[in-house]
């Protein structure tokens, strides 16, 4: 936690205000939480910001690879005007910045963005979860940044979660500890703590505990779709928004716990520890290492009976799932060509060669729904497999299966605006990986990318072009970035994207006849004409499972 700055006592009518959840005004940036008070800062713009709050107590030593578990309170004001250290991660993704104190395991803190001025506001929360493949990512970093947000009258949240083997680390001697004999979920559990939290606090901040919307992109979406199956976490939300991601083979299919537990046993045996105390006993930096040596397995969540009973996709078939209305959708080159053929020429037997090696027998099938003859269709068709493959299929099952299950409103998008131009003096730099922007290198580059590639939505989501100095932002840019906030801030404050001055967005009433938003400088719904060919893919990927 960090430290506590000096400070008088808060005065205990304040404090027992707070407690009691009744209305109060804020002592100048003051709130009162149920775990101690807080001090905030406040932005150029006036918005009330408060940094690096504990939401559950650091995971170290004995509670490394627990569940989180309550933080010690406390009786003087924390001072929150700093980030609180990201969790510990290796420099994965070259499009990563980060505003927080350093990497430690001591790492469960949250950000809230507030415009409240008094406690009994009552405004809308947005929760956003990061993304990086659950290994890496802050809740600091510049483009998930709250306060564009919190100035159209948001309470904003980001929030920091275990990631890499600190989070998602099964092993049987973790297992038989467990009370629920189960293990490995530990980076859920921490975001289904935050989101308790805000249901305990957020009122504090003048946010409203019954408006929760939760988001992310990428592996902050893939986590918004297992809250919404998770019984632990179904009934802490009121809405939900996905940026290209689902806890749906084959982008992230949880596990068995059996199979999660042999899992943990090759990474200890890396690691050297021939138990669990023997880990529990290795510094964090040593276990970091370990997780970067070649051949091991990558975090998995676990399908374990407690965070989640059954599947993702079985939830959401059953209808078992939090039944809210749910924003979701993906981008238009979430992974290029290359990831279907890697080096190999852009040609007609080349793609169909690769389509033969990835699906057998059903390859002429996957060639009629993604036709590759020419030179322009393999460039494509082969985006719109290999980005399938990657992310945008699992997407689509997750909208497809609430639509028909839920009792809630579903809107589905498709982002099609390509980031501008790097700027001149960002140097040798490869933009539109599906990492985001890689520096440095004198080999041959990738070819540039044609359409949205993957993560480039959140800055304009988020309202935080400015926080970016990579690109060379133009009126086109902002001008879609307004559009695409906006629908999502509707979206928050009422459960439905639409409102004045923007294009209307068609709610799923039957997924056979759905019309997508695309959003792109011209924003408009347009009809959908993917869904035989992820009807195909669907029954691929059910048969590989038999």
Request: proline share 8%; aromatic share 8%; hydrophobic share 40%.
């Amino acid at each position: 936690m960090p430290a506590m700055k000096r400070s008088s006592i808060v005065p205990a009518a304040i404090l027992l205000a707070a407690l009691l959840g009744a209305p109060h005004a804020f002592a100048a940036d003051r709130v009162v939480t149920a775990s101690g008070p807080v001090d905030g800062t406040k932005t150029a713009n006036g918005i009330r910001l408060f940094r690096g709050i504990p939401f559950a107590a650091p995971p170290v030593r004995e509670l490394r690879w627990r569940p989180p578990q309550p933080v010690t309170p406390w009786t003087r004001p924390l001072v929150a005007d700093r980030f609180g250290p990201r969790c510990m991660q290796r420099p994965i993704y070259g499009d990563m910045s980060f505003r927080s104190s350093g990497v430690s395991e001591d790492c469960l803190y949250l950000n809230v963005w507030t415009p409240a001025e008094r406690g009994d506001a009552k405004l809308p929360v947005l929760v956003y979860f990061f993304g990086g493949g659950f290994n890496a990512g802050d809740g600091s970093e510049p483009r998930y940044d709250g306060e564009a947000m919190a100035r159209r009258g948001i309470v904003t949240v980001t929030v920091n979660y275990r990631l890499s083997v600190f989070g998602f680390l099964a092993h049987a001697e973790l297992t038989k500890e467990s009370p629920n004999h189960a293990s490995g979920n530990y980076g859920l559990l921490d975001q289904v703590a935050s989101l308790e939290w805000v249901k305990r606090n957020i009122a504090a901040f003048g946010g409203d505990p019954a408006r929760v919307t939760i988001a992310g992109e990428s592996a902050g979406s893939i986590s918004v779709s297992a809250l919404m199956a998770s019984p632990l976490s179904r009934g802490l939300m009121a809405g939900a928004v996905g940026e290209s991601g689902a806890m749906i083979a084959p982008t992230r299919e949880p596990i068995s716990q059996a199979e999660g537990d042999k899992e943990g046993e090759t990474f200890a045996a890396a690691a050297g520890a021939a138990s669990l105390q023997a880990l529990r006993a290795l510094s964090s930096d040593e276990i970091l290492a370990v997780t970067a040596r070649p051949g091991l397995p990558r975090p998995n969540c676990i399908l374990d009976g407690y965070f989640l009973p059954k599947t993702t996709a079985a939830i959401m078939a059953a209808g078992e799932q939090a039944h809210v209305p749910l924003l979701a959708g993906w981008n238009s080159e979430e992974r290029s060509v290359s990831g279907l053929l890697g080096s190999a020429p852009r040609t007609p037997e080349a793609f169909a060669a690769a389509v033969k090696k990835e699906f057998g027998d059903r390859a002429a099938d996957v060639l009629k729904a993604y036709p590759g003859t020419t030179s322009n269709e393999v460039t494509a068709s082969g985006t719109a497999l290999a980005s399938d493959q990657f992310i945008a299929f699992g997407t689509w099952k997750w909208i497809d299966a609430h639509a028909r299950t839920s009792t809630k409103p579903v809107y589905r998008y498709y982002y099609s605006h390509p980031r501008p131009a790097m700027r001149p003096e960002m140097g040798n730099a490869v933009a539109g990986t599906a990492g985001g922007v890689i520096r440095g290198g004198d080999g041959p580059r990738p070819p540039a990318p044609t359409g949205a590639v993957h993560s480039a939505d959140i800055e304009y989501v988020m309202g935080n072009l400015a926080g970016n100095a990579t690109f060379a932002w133009t009126p086109a840019d902002h001008q879609v970035s307004e559009t695409f906030q906006s629908f999502v801030a509707n979206f928050v404050k009422t459960g439905n994207p639409n409102g004045p001055g923007l294009p209307h967005w068609p709610v799923v009433t039957d997924p056979g006849a759905t019309q997508v938003m695309q959003i792109d400088v011209e924003s408009k719904p347009v009809p959908d004409t993917t869904r035989a060919r992820y009807q195909l893919l669907d029954e691929i990927y059910l048969k590989k499972k038999q």
